[in-house]
């Protein structure tokens, strides 16, 4: 997988590990596999990298509903285009995407409600100029979820001169075991891999296994909330 080397290989320890981040995720009532959506700032995942001395260089909005999950990455600063590869997924530049749908946080190897999705803002179709996506192994589990299907995700993308913007979406048929009433909780963990600007995770670094430790990961709380005053309006 892309490595773009550790942060503040000085530290004896990630301060991130002394915290169990709970994060909220609001309700938007949008189809996932629609085009007519976008998320307004309301949306926006707090940046927790902070903790392990990183650079912030992208911005993840996300959201929910019964039908699945949106996210919405803004990546800023770049010189030059993303490097991403349809056969070679796990080095591309874009977002990686950690869920449990679950959430078991004692467990140190995933489960079958674990997931792993990369996505990138580029890379298919003939011209390469196509986002794509693919849900991946993660290393060590014990069990699998099931195998995602064309037309239970939906991608867009828009490269910019200084970066790009990727919008997400996950059908609730793509998520094994996705039942938010039920379990309104779940494990997450993300990371932005850019070959140019590095590697900006939700909170623990490269030096730690959080990329198939899910004791490692966060919590996500689907709270069953609209904000006030925000709407989701069709992309121009």
Same mark, same amino acid.
């Given at each position: 997988?892309?490595?773009?080397?550790? @942060?503040?290989?000085? $530290?004896?320890?990630?301060?991130?590990?002394?915290?169990?981040?709970?994060?909220?995720? %609001?309700?938007?009532? #949008?189809?996932? *596999?629609?085009?007519?959506?976008?998320?307004?700032?309301?949306?926006? %995942?707090? $940046?927790?990298?902070? *903790?392990?001395?990183?650079?912030?260089?992208?911005?993840?909005?996300?959201?929910?509903?019964? &039908?699945? %999950?949106?996210? =919405? *990455?803004?990546?800023?600063?770049?010189?030059?285009?993303?490097?991403?590869?349809?056969?070679?997924?796990?080095?591309?530049?874009? +977002?990686?995407?950690? +869920?449990?749908?679950?959430?078991?946080?004692?467990?140190?190897? @995933?489960?079958?409600?674990?997931? %792993?999705?990369?996505?990138?803002?580029?890379?298919?179709?003939? &011209?390469?100029?196509?986002?794509?996506?693919?849900?991946?192994?993660?290393?060590?589990? &014990?069990?699998?979820?099931?195998? #995602?299907?064309?037309?239970?995700?939906?991608?867009?993308?828009?490269?910019?001169?200084?970066?790009? =913007? +990727? $919008?997400?979406?996950?059908?609730?048929?793509?998520?094994?075991?996705?039942?938010?009433?039920?379990?309104?909780?779940?494990?997450?963990?993300?990371?932005?891999?850019?070959?140019?600007?590095?590697?900006?995770?939700?909170?623990?670094?490269?030096?730690?296994? @959080?990329?198939?430790?899910?004791?490692?990961?966060?919590? +996500?709380?689907?709270?069953?909330?609209?904000?006030?005053?925000?709407?989701?309006?069709?992309?121009?």
């Amino acid at each position: 997988m892309f490595n773009p080397g550790a @942060a503040n290989k000085n $530290r004896l320890i990630d301060p991130a590990l002394l915290f169990k981040f709970s994060i909220s995720m %609001l309700r938007a009532e #949008v189809d996932p *596999l629609s085009d007519t959506w976008t998320l307004p700032e309301a949306y926006t %995942l707090p $940046r927790l990298d902070q *903790l392990s001395g990183t650079k912030s260089f992208g911005e993840l909005r996300g959201a929910w509903n019964k &039908k699945g %999950l949106v996210f =919405q *990455l803004t990546v800023t600063g770049k010189a030059q285009y993303p490097w991403c590869r349809q056969t070679r997924m796990d080095e591309s530049d874009g +977002l990686y995407l950690w +869920l449990d749908t679950r959430n078991s946080p004692g467990i140190q190897r @995933a489960t079958r409600f674990c997931h %792993l999705f990369v996505f990138a803002p580029m890379g298919g179709g003939p &011209k390469q100029d196509r986002p794509i996506g693919a849900l991946m192994t993660i290393a060590r589990a &014990k069990e699998n979820p099931h195998e #995602v299907a064309g037309g239970m995700i939906h991608l867009r993308s828009k490269i910019a001169r200084n970066g790009y =913007q +990727l $919008r997400i979406g996950i059908s609730c048929i793509a998520l094994t075991g996705f039942d938010p009433i039920e379990y309104p909780r779940l494990g997450f963990h993300y990371a932005i891999a850019d070959r140019e600007l590095g590697w900006q995770a939700l909170t623990v670094g490269r030096d730690l296994p @959080a990329e198939e430790n899910p004791s490692l990961w966060s919590e +996500l709380e689907l709270r069953d909330e609209i904000p006030a005053g925000s709407v989701v309006i069709p992309p121009s």
